[in-house]
Each structure stands twice: as structure tokens, then as C-alpha cells.
């Protein structure tokens, strides 16, 4: 096994086979439909210690994402195996790491119909050690709100992600590190996190539609505010609304679980990582150990 460090695995029409090899010389084709029309979607995934985390979950969000926009990709269930043997390669066996999965419609001419007959989709899977949010997590994070201008699809992890990028952006200079999309005064989602709040001991978060990403953290924390007991609505939270109540954080793949102190300029609650969000940082803490634990034992 070749030993050089920082490899991708690439299947498409210059690598009919699939193939590991290193990112500086690995080639896509300008005339893929990912690069003129964003035309493919995405998909995150973690590790921990070299365990894929809710792997079949985040593969199940996959899968969706593929058949919303019509893509058939043949070679899908290779996706675990590949995953493990870039991380063969890249030295992360042990580590904390995340693999970025995307699939594009494949290599054609530019037109917006597809083509026929359908050409062999693109896959690109790489993988990278994780850089944990520490001071984030500890210490909670600003926000601003933003217009939500994307499409009406954000259920699907399209690569279509500039409404995201401009977001992003316009937090980072407002002094702030995430920004939550408004839709109709409703406030639906982060740039790449799922949104929770607490009223009176009680945990809010956005109902699975269209609208919202349905993220797989937010499974988790679902599942752990039922271990925990903890009383939890599905429901709409307004732009006011935010700033009513007691707690508010984020979840997504790579940040855990990140509590929110300010929105806007204004604090929310006393200004500091709430109580509930506390336990739910914890319990995540353990529910991942117990994860890694039965993974070392199976």
C-alpha cells in the first residue's frame, strides 16, 4: 500500500473502476454537470476513534438525496468499504475524522436536459481529520438571521450551496459564527446545523419537511431527550420567538452540539450555555463512548 498521505477515491469516466489515489492528482472532467449546474448532492460523515458514526443513517439520507434528483448510483453499498480503506490510507484508522461523499449526474455536454443515455455519475469520496469546536461548545457561539432565499428542497443535500456560502460569510463579518435562515418569519435552519431551543424545560426544534435538512444529529438528539426525559416539541419557532427563549444551540455531523449565546447582538437567556443544553452535551458525550465502546467489543 502506497504510504503518501492525503487520498481521495474517484469513480467516473476517467476512472471507470474506481480508484484510491492522491488528491494532487486526481482529475474530474469540466464537462461534469456538477461543475455547470451543481447538478449532484453531498453527504457528511464522521468518525470517531475510526468508527463510522449512524453510518446506515447518514447512507439512508443518501440514498434519498440520489433518488430525489434521479441519479442511480450502481456502486452505493461499496461506500462503507471504500470509506475504511481511505482511511487505510490516509494514516486516520484511530482518529477522529469526517468523509465527504458526493455524487454528480456524470460527464456531458452543457444541457440542461438529462442526458440519454444516462452517463456513469461521478463519485468523489475524500476524508479529513476533524478539528474539534472546543471553544465553541465551551464556551457558545453568536448568530445573526438571514433571509432564507435558497430553494425549496433543503430536505435534499444538494451541492447547490451558495445561498449557504453567502450566509456564512455575512455572519463571520458580523463578528458572529453561524447564521439561521428566516423563511416567512419562521426560522428553519442553520448554514450546516439544526437548530434547537428550550422554553420552560422544554426542547423545540423545526418539524421534518422540505424545508429543513433532516440531520442525523438531530436524530440523535431526539433519541437522547427521550432517554433523558426531557419534554420535546416538534414545532415552528418565529424570528421573535428566538429571542424568547431560554436556551437556543445548533447540532450538525462535525459540531455536536453547540450552544448559542447571542442572536443578533442580543443575548439569549442569561447569556451563557444553558443548563439543558449542558446535559445534552454530555449525554452526547456518552452516547458516542458507548457507540465506540460496543464497536471495540463487536
Given at each position: ?151 425549496h428542497r433543503c430536505d435534499i443535500k444538494a451541492i447547490g450551496l451558495l ?136
Amino acid at each position: 500500500m502506497n504510504q503518501e498521505s492525503d487520498f481521495c477515491y474517484i469513480r467516473s469516466v476517467d476512472y471507470p473502476d474506481g480508484a484510491i489515489l492522491p488528491k494532487r492528482v486526481a482529475r474530474i472532467s469540466p464537462d461534469d454537470r456538477g461543475f455547470y449546474f451543481a447538478d449532484g448532492v453531498y453527504e457528511v460523515i464522521r468518525t470517531y476513534q475510526g468508527r463510522l458514526f449512524h453510518f446506515h443513517d447518514h447512507l439512508t439520507r443518501f440514498k434519498n438525496s440520489l433518488q430525489a434528483v434521479r441519479i442511480n448510483l450502481p456502486d452505493i453499498d461499496r461506500i462503507e468499504q471504500i470509506c475504511y480503506e481511505l482511511l487505510r490510507y490516509n494514516n486516520l484508522t484511530n482518529a477522529d475524522a469526517f468523509f465527504y461523499i458526493q455524487v454528480t449526474r456524470g460527464v456531458s455536454p452543457r444541457n440542461l436536459l438529462f442526458p440519454s443515455p444516462a452517463p456513469t455519475p461521478t463519485l468523489y469520496i475524500s476524508v479529513m481529520p476533524i478539528t474539534p469546536p472546543i471553544a465553541e461548545r465551551k464556551d457558545g457561539i453568536k448568530v445573526i438571521t438571514v433571509p432564507d432565499i435558497r430553494w425549496h428542497r433543503c430536505d435534499i443535500k444538494a451541492i447547490g450551496l451558495l445561498p449557504s456560502v453567502l450566509a456564512r460569510q455575512a455572519a463571520a463579518e458580523a463578528g458572529a459564527q453561524e447564521a439561521l435562515f428566516v423563511r416567512d418569519g419562521i426560522v428553519t435552519e442553520g448554514t450546516h446545523t439544526n437548530l434547537f431551543g428550550v422554553k420552560q424545560g422544554t426542547v423545540i426544534t423545526h418539524p421534518l419537511n422540505n424545508h429543513i435538512l433532516p440531520g442525523v444529529t438531530r436524530i440523535v438528539l431526539l433519541k437522547l431527550c427521550a432517554r433523558l426525559q426531557l419534554p420535546l416539541r416538534e414545532t415552528t419557532l418565529t424570528e421573535s420567538e428566538l429571542y424568547q427563549q431560554d436556551e437556543l444551540f445548533v447540532t450538525s455531523t462535525t459540531w455536536e452540539v453547540v450552544p448559542i449565546v447571542e442572536v443578533n447582538t442580543k443575548p439569549i437567556g442569561s447569556g451563557k450555555p444553558g443548563p439543558i443544553t449542558r446535559k445534552l452535551q454530555e449525554e452526547f458525550g456518552k452516547y458516542v463512548r458507548e457507540i465506540v465502546e460496543q464497536s471495540n467489543s463487536a
